[in-house]
Structures are given as structure tokens and as C-alpha cells.
């Protein structure tokens, strides 16, 4: 398929995990896709792949909570490429802790990647957005932010943050032809997971007896996700959230 040809997309946090193939699977369908992320030498490394498959990427480092390096990288893509079409706020980071137990500090970690990050990266492209009169942003939640998560009370409440603040964008900007939607993955196989279950080896059985499915999302999952939501076929939708989870949420 076509559907991002003569498009631009950037992704954050694309060096690995659903990001990654959140990247790739855009670049197969033709977007040229900026890959940003503070692992810079594994975004090359992604970047040069999908150019070895004739996609077209390039990776830019980015700290995603500092906010100059987040508008220096959003910069450096459009200078390269003279537009940004398609956002993906896609990183994200967490510790597996009780809340009770969860130091001070890390709550300002978890805040300043999981949500004021992606309000920052967002900021930086929506005048280029707004001038071209198209967008299209696709914000990665979690379904920790629906339902709620043993061991991730800060970082649900950055997701359940994210999903409001996809409703009141997609409120404001539609006027604009920008789009946003809200992508919930439940769990799924990522590096980020499996760091987590260092510490609890039984977790991802216990995750898979939760699913409906009895199986953990591949990144491939989220990704075929958006690519549809992103794409003009869902040129009518905004201000929603998808859970892409194996039926573990229904709601």
C-alpha cells in the first residue's frame, strides 16, 4: 500500500519496540519517516535498514524532555523534508513500583516523558500543521490509563492525561484539517516490558491469562493500528482512542 506517499511523519522513541515498528511499517508504505529518539546510534541504525529496503528515513536525536533538543530535532526534519504531515508520540518510559514506594523523583521521570514530552513535541509542529491546513497526530496511550495499573499509578495518569488532551486538541484543531486520535496498546512485547518483568518473572504469564487472546501484542499489532488511523482512509475520525489490546479492555 500507498496511503503516506509524498507524506512526511516523525516518530518518537522509533529506535526499538512499537516505535520502531511504528516506523517502519509508515516508511513500507511509502512516508518519508524521521525517526526521533535519544538512542541515537539504534535510530541510525533502524534508519539505515529501511533505507537498505528502499524506504526513506533518517534518525535525529532527541532528549524528549528537553525542550529545546525537541524543537531542534522537529527543526532538522523540516529542513530536510519541508514539512511535517504525520506525528506519532510514541515514547514512553516507566518503573513497575507501588505508588507508596515510588520515589519523588521518578514521578517527575515519568511526568516529563510521558506527557509534558509529547505536549512539547506536539507544539513544535503544529504551526507547520496549521499553515498547510493538514495533520494528522496519533498520541500512544496505554490502556494503564483506562482501566488503571498495579505498580503504574504515575504513569497511567500521564496516559489518562494524553487521552484528554487528544479529545481537546482534536476540539480545537479540526478547524485546521489536524486530526488526532489515541492509539491504547495493552501489553505488549517490548523492550520496555521486559524490563519490567525482570523483577516479576511470572508477569507476562499472568498478562497472557488476562487476554482474551492469550497472547501478548506484537509491536506489528500497534503499528498496523496506526498506520489506519494516521492515513487519509480515517479522514473522519478524531478526538478518539482505540485500545489495541487483544480484548483485555473493552470499553
Not at 530535532?73 to 514506594?101: C, H, P, T, Y
Request: proline content about 3%.
Amino acid at each position: 500500500m500507498e496511503r503516506f506517499k509524498d507524506k512526511v511523519a516523525i516518530v518518537t522513541g522509533a529506535a526499538q519496540g512499537v516505535g520502531e515498528a511504528i516506523a517502519r511499517r509508515l516508511a513500507q508504505e511509502q512516508a518519508a519517516v524521521g525517526i526521533l529518539d535519544i538512542q541515537v546510534d539504534k535510530a541510525k541504525a533502524v534508519a539505515s535498514d529501511i533505507g537498505l529496503r528502499s524506504g526513506k528515513a533518517m534518525a535525529v536525536e532527541m532528549d524528549i524532555t528537553d525542550s529545546n533538543s525537541v524543537k531542534q530535532a522537529v527543526k532538522e526534519v523540516e529542513q530536510s523534508w519541508g514539512r511535517i504531515d504525520v506525528l506519532v508520540n510514541n515514547v514512553g518510559w516507566d518503573k513497575l513500583m507501588l505508588f507508596m514506594d515510588l520515589p519523588e523523583e521518578l514521578w517527575d521521570k515519568i511526568i516529563a516523558i510521558n506527557l509534558r514530552g509529547p505536549i512539547t513535541v506536539t507544539r513544535a509542529v503544529l504551526d507547520g500543521m496549521k499553515e498547510r491546513n493538514y495533520g494528522r497526530i496519533v498520541n500512544i496511550g496505554s490502556d494503564a490509563g483506562r482501566v488503571g495499573s498495579t505498580g503504574e499509578s504515575v504513569y497511567s495518569a500521564c496516559k489518562g492525561g494524553m487521552m484528554a488532551f487528544t479529545k481537546t486538541l482534536a476540539r480545537e484543531l479540526v478547524r485546521y484539517n489536524i486530526l488526532v486520535n489515541c492509539i491504547c496498546p495493552g501489553p505488549a512485547e517490548t523492550p520496555l516490558l521486559a524490563s519490567m518483568a525482570e523483577a516479576n518473572p511470572n508477569l507476562i504469564d499472568a498478562l497472557k491469562k488476562a487476554i482474551p487472546m492469550r497472547r501478548l501484542a506484537k509491536p506489528e499489532d500497534i503499528a498496523a493500528a496506526v498506520a489506519f488511523i494516521a492515513s487519509d482512509e480515517a479522514g473522519y475520525i478524531t478526538g478518539q482512542t482505540l485500545s489495541v489490546s487483544g480484548g483485555l479492555t473493552m470499553a
